[in-house]
């Protein structure tokens, strides 16, 4: 089993950064893929980023490049989401998910959350216009 807690998120303006953070505990993630995955009101969760535990490398969904990047401190068994240049539409709940790697970071595979074995309970982040 693998617990994932996030912590990070607030209320924040349009044009404001935050950093997300996502703890794992139990067993050992050095084989997984860690991803951020975010769900707004009335809508479907959707793919954010994500990270391979292992040698550090991410991948971002299109919507979030060059304002989203992920980070690990394997010292800390935490990996963090810096957002930066927030827009009112990044509005949403914010879930950290886990699950094993099998293929390379840039995997399609990886975008479907139904792939993700561990769930984080989710951290709300909320931009004003």
């Known amino acids: 089993q693998v617990q994932l807690v996030e912590s990070g998120g607030g209320l924040v303006q349009a044009g404001d950064s935050l950093r997300l953070s996502c703890t794992a505990s139990g067993r050992s993630v050095s084989n997984y893929i860690i991803a951020w995955f975010r769900q707004a009101p009335g809508k479907e969760r959707e793919f954010v980023a994500r990270i391979s535990w292992s040698d550090g490398s991410t991948y971002c969904a299109d919507f979030v490049k060059g304002r989203f990047t992920m980070s690990r401190d394997n010292a800390k068994n935490t990996v963090y989401l810096q957002m930066n240049s927030l827009k009112p539409e990044d509005t949403a709940v914010y879930y950290c998910?886990?699950?094993?790697?099998?293929?390379?970071?840039?995997?399609?595979?990886?975008?479907?959350?139904?792939?993700?074995?561990?769930w984080g309970q989710g951290t709300q982040v909320t931009v004003s216009s």
């Open positions: 998910a886990a699950t094993l790697r099998i293929f390379a970071i840039g995997s399609g595979y990886y975008n479907d959350r139904e792939r993700y074995t561990y």
